[in-house]
C-alpha cells in the first residue's frame, strides 16, 4: 500500500509567520452559491492580491484565513518544478499591504481521487439535485480518520479527494521535497491523521 499524506500550512502550531486574512479576487471567481440549498461560497480561481497579519516572518506555506485557497512561495513552486511534482498550476498572489521579500503563488490542484466514506465512518444523507453540495449523517469535523479508496487516485502527487477541496493531499515524494528544499510554515502528516489536533509534522 502506498503512503498518502495531508498538506498544508502549520501556521496554527507554530508562531510568528504572517498569515493572509483579507483576499482580493483579481481573477474570475469561483461562485458556489445556490439558490436551492442555500449553500454560499465564491472565490477566485485564479489571481488574487492579500493582505497579510499576525507575525514577522514570511513563510513558504502561507495561511489563508479568508478562504481554504493554498498560497505558497516561489521556491516551493521551482522545488515542486524542479522534481517534477505533479497535480498542480499555480497564479501569481500579491501581498498589498506590506512590502514582501517572497513572491506567492495560488496553488489549485488538479489530482483526484474518491473518498473511502465508509472507512472514515461517513454516511450521505443528502445531495443537493442543483449544486450537488452533500449532507453527511454527522459534523465533517467529527471525522479524525481520513481515508481514500487508493485504487481511484489519479497518480498526481497533489490531489484532492471528492466531497472534500479544502483537503489536500500529497505523495511521498512532496513530502521529500519539502525536507530536502527546507520549505517553512510546511505541514505534512500521515493521511490517516488529516483532521486530528496535536499532530507533529513530518516536515
Ligand atoms: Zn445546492
Redesign the pocket.
Known sequence: MKRFYHISDNTLNSRGWLYAYKIYPLSEEQVND??????IGRYPKREFAVDVEGGKKFPDFMMCAAYPLMIVSKDVIDAWKTEGISGFSAYPVTVRNMSSPKEYYHVVVEGRCEPDLEKMGFKIVKQ??????VTYDKPIWSNDNFAIKEETWDGKDLFTARYFPAIVLCSERVLETAKKYKHTNCRIVPLEDAQKIGVKSLV
Do not use: D, F, K, Y
Open positions: 445556490c439558490q436551492v440549498c442555500g449553500r443537493c439535485e442543483s449544486c450537488s453540495a
